[in-house]
Nanobody, 115 residues
Framework: QVQLVESGGDSVQPGGPLRLSCAAS????????TKWYRQAPGKERELVAA??YYLDSVKGRFSISRDNDKNTVYLQMNSLKAEDTAVYFC??????????????WGQGTQVTVSS
């Protein structure tokens, strides 16, 4: 059974850092194209970060990384702003290069940026 479990969401003050984790089980994260999305209240879900992509509004502040030994993908978020408030989701697509590819989503983790 494939599971993506996000963690690390919290309430932080503007300007603060936060690191989100996406722990994968049932699949090898390094074989998948993993991305971070977010959805703010009343808005559509948007792609925030991927291996070669960052949303314009987060460039220079967010970075995606992976620890293959832990089968975990991270989203390091610095200089957080109120507009970063959203539920953040981990997404995996793959296996890359396979004939049949699948999509998996985590349950989401809440990030609230407020003073």
């Amino acid at each position: 059974q494939v599971q993506l479990v996000e963690s690390g969401g919290d309430s932080v003050q503007p300007g603060g850092p936060l690191r989100l984790s996406c722990a994968a089980s049932g699949l090898t994260a390094s074989r998948y194209d993993t991305k971070w999305y977010r959805q703010a209240p009343g808005k559509e879900r948007e792609l925030v970060a991927a291996t070669t992509y960052y949303l314009d509004s987060v460039k220079g502040r967010f970075s995606i990384s992976r620890d293959n030994d832990k089968n975990t993908v991270y989203l390091q978020m610095n200089s957080l702003k109120a507009e970063d408030t959203a539920v953040y989701f981990c997404h995996a697509h793959g296996p890359v290069g396979a004939l049949w590819q699948y999509d998996y989503w985590g349950q989401g983790t809440q990030v609230t940026v407020s003073s």
